[in-house]
């Protein structure tokens, strides 16, 4: 074997020791942030597996010893905003065998929803906060997740979400007033008066 072939070796264990230490704590809080902007639990899954590959892949620009989990959740966002503009360019896709199912059922009469959000939405009825957090545009909703679930600070996020401190700070603050206001009438039901 030669040496080359040795460095390479030992180089691809390190890569994976540091992956496994740095990254794979995270695996978790990742798939929340996913489901939480795709509302979909295969598309978590997805957009968190897409991250950890590309992790890996560019595991080399990493510096060790900064936050492993802010890099991480940029890679998901960026992802995130990747595939939602792609698919956004692309004319919406139909399973017909799926549409002659059901034209030749005795349902026709029967509306049927095709939005997956609200059918994912519809399994939580009764959780007041987790449809409210939904219900805000992704902007809003995004920094709220990584601030008040995450815990990133305003630093992190701002290098997350490749924005301004200010901006951050700004949505953060519309986004719980937004959601204050989406909530009143349900703290009010849970006895809270103000």
Same mark, same amino acid.
């Given at each position: 074997?030669?040496? =080359?072939?040795?460095?390479?070796?030992?180089?691809?264990?390190?890569?994976?020791?540091?992956?496994?230490?740095?990254?794979?704590?995270?695996?978790?809080?990742?798939?929340?942030?996913?489901?939480?902007?795709?509302?979909?639990?295969?598309?978590?899954?997805?957009?968190?597996?897409?991250?950890?590959?590309?992790?890996?892949?560019?595991?080399?620009?990493?510096?060790?010893?900064?936050?492993?989990?802010?890099?991480?959740?940029?890679?998901?966002?960026?992802?995130?905003?990747?595939?939602?503009?792609?698919?956004?360019?692309?004319?919406?896709?139909?399973?017909?065998?799926?549409v002659e199912t059901y034209y030749? /059922?005795?349902?026709?009469?029967?509306?049927?929803?095709?939005?997956?959000?609200? =059918?994912?939405?519809?399994?939580?009825?009764?959780? =007041?906060? /987790?449809?409210?957090?939904?219900?805000?545009?992704?902007?809003?909703?995004?920094?709220?997740?990584?601030?008040?679930?995450?815990?990133?600070?305003?630093?992190?996020? /701002?290098?997350?979400?490749?924005?301004?401190?200010?901006?951050?700070?700004?949505?953060?603050?519309?986004?719980?007033?937004?959601?204050?206001?989406?909530?009143?009438?349900?703290?009010?039901?849970?006895?809270?008066?103000?």
């Open positions: 074997m030669s040496i =080359e072939k040795i460095k390479q070796n030992y180089s691809n264990l390190e890569k994976e020791g540091i992956f496994e230490k740095e990254f794979l704590p995270h695996i978790n809080p990742m798939y929340n942030f996913a489901y939480r902007l795709t509302y979909d639990d295969d598309d978590a899954k997805d957009l968190v597996q897409e991250t950890y590959l590309k992790a890996f892949r560019f595991l080399n620009s990493f510096q060790q010893g900064t936050n492993a989990k802010a890099w991480l959740f940029r890679i998901l966002k960026n992802s995130f905003i990747n595939d939602f503009r792609k698919k956004s360019k692309q004319p919406p896709k139909i399973d017909y065998q799926e030749n /059922s005795d349902n026709v009469d029967v509306s049927m929803t095709t939005d997956l959000r609200v =059918e994912t939405v519809q399994h939580m009825i009764g959780d =007041e906060v /987790s449809n409210a957090l939904n219900a805000l545009d992704v902007d809003f909703r995004t920094v709220i997740i990584l601030c008040d679930l995450e815990g990133f600070t305003y630093e992190e996020m /701002s290098k997350i979400l490749d924005i301004p401190i200010g901006t951050i700070r700004s949505r953060l603050h519309r986004a719980r007033n937004l959601l204050k206001e989406k909530l009143h009438e349900y703290a009010k039901s849970m006895g809270f008066n103000k």
